[in-house]
């Protein structure tokens, strides 16, 4: 079963717009992590932001995190068409185990 | 550099063959983890391991298994191979919090 729920499951947008993904979660966390991955590729580690943080930043990228409503946002300023990709949520619940959503699918035209 | 490596990239084998993927790690890191990655359910775990000669099972260990002999290897075996194993198979390991990904396993069972 799947922990993290992404929303929307695609997204295209023009190169220089902002891109926002969320993901909504079951149960108490550890900490979420964003993770991108190239077709065909592995999966590269974004941020994490641990449950008693709100916010992080990390270049264009900005992480929301709300506990009370279990879930969790991820804005890509001034989008590339090189940040075209999957993007995952993963929350750790404990154990260092991840448990991942179905994704994101976001394209970003030149 | 520090790396994690699996091989093979691609695997095509019969039903009923038994399979070995291999993932090897130089972070030297203890945590290391199985997952698989079908379209529409994201990445799930098959199996994990906090150290040598320690080893769980994951979300969809059913036909797997792993073995830790050392820190560096977690090779994953599918002991009698099935269809329903046709995926995208991806090792990680992890200090804890953030994970390093292999860049991936295709295997087809026909």
């Known amino acids: 079963s799947q922990q993290g729920e992404?929303?929307?499951?695609?997204?295209?947008?023009?190169?220089?717009?902002?891109?926002?993904?969320?993901c909504s979660y079951k149960t108490s966390i550890n900490n979420l992590q964003w993770y991108r991955q190239?077709?065909?590729?592995?999966?590269?580690?974004?941020?994490?932001?641990?449950?008693?943080?709100?916010?992080?930043h990390s270049g264009r990228l900005r992480v929301t995190l709300d506990t009370s409503k279990k879930?969790?946002?991820l804005l890509i300023t001034a989008s590339r068409a090189a940040d075209t990709?999957?993007?995952?949520?993963?929350?750790d619940a404990g154990g260092n185990m991840l448990t991942f959503g179905g994704g994101t699918r976001l394209m970003v035209k030149p | 550099d520090a790396e994690i490596t699996q091989s093979p990239r691609h695997k095509i084998t019969e039903t009923g063959r038994q399979v070995t993927l291999a993932c090897h790690q130089t972070w030297n890191h203890n945590n290391m983890f199985w997952y698989r990655q079908d379209l529409g359910h994201g990445l799930r775990l098959i199996h994990y391991s906090y150290g040598v000669?320690?080893?769980?099972?994951?979300?969809?260990?059913?036909?797997?298994?792993?073995?830790?002999s050392n820190t560096e290897d977690l090779p994953l075996t599918l002991e009698s191979a099935a269809s329903s194993q046709t995926s995208v198979y991806f090792c990680a390991s992890s200090p804890g919090g953030r994970k390093y990904f292999g860049p991936g396993t295709r295997l087809t069972v026909t």
Not at chain 2, 53 to 68: A, F, H, L, M
């Open chain 1, 85 to 91: 990709a999957s993007y995952f949520c993963a929350t």
């Open chain 2, 53 to 68: 000669q320690d080893t769980n099972k994951g979300e969809v260990s059913d036909g797997y298994s792993v073995s830790r």
């Open chain 1, 6 to 22: 992404e929303d929307p499951q695609a997204l295209s947008i023009q190169e220089g717009e902002n891109a926002t993904m969320n």
């Open chain 1, 71 to 73: 879930s969790s946002s």
């Open chain 1, 38 to 56: 190239n077709s065909g590729r592995g999966l590269v580690h974004l941020i994490l932001i641990r449950s008693n943080e709100r916010e992080k």
